[in-house]
Nanobody, 124 residues
Framework: QVHLVESGGGSVQAGGSLRLSCVVSVYHYDYKRMAWFRQAPGKEREGVAD????????SYADSVKGRFAISQDNAQNTVYLQMNDLTPEDTAMYYC?????????????????WGQGTQVTVSS
């Protein structure tokens, strides 16, 4: 199984930045792809960004392209989400997730393990 722990959330003003971290502990689990999702109150969980274990292929939701960047440090077993130019629409609980398939689409049902989430609040 894989254990995911997110951190780095907080409250910022519009235009500010945050960097989320996800530490991955893996026990007998062959995950191939990592992603960040978010869920705002009353809304469905949506994909934000994903990355393969080699750090070669990434993808982003249209709403965050050019502002967010996903990266990984395999030596530290950590996946990051750098978020710049934040807006109130980015306010949500952010979740780290792991998938078995290297080609998993950025959709919640393709991800097998989830962290507990870290809250991001952006004020105007």
């Amino acid at each position: 199984q894989v254990h995911l722990v997110e951190s780095g959330g907080g409250s910022v003003q519009a235009g500010g930045s945050l960097r989320l971290s996800c530490v991955v502990s893996v026990y007998h689990y062959d995950y191939k792809r990592m992603a960040w999702f978010r869920q705002a109150p009353g809304k469905e969980r949506e994909g934000v960004a994903d990355i393969d274990l080699g750090g070669v292929r990434t993808s982003y939701a249209d709403s965050v392209k050019g502002r967010f960047a996903i990266s990984q440090d395999n030596a530290q077993n950590t996946v990051y989400l750098q978020m710049n130019d934040l807006t109130p629409e980015d306010t949500a609980m952010y979740y780290c997730a792991a998938a078995l398939s290297p080609s998993a689409p950025l959709l919640p049902r393709y991800y097998n393990s989830w962290g507990q989430g870290t809250q991001v609040t952006v004020s105007s």
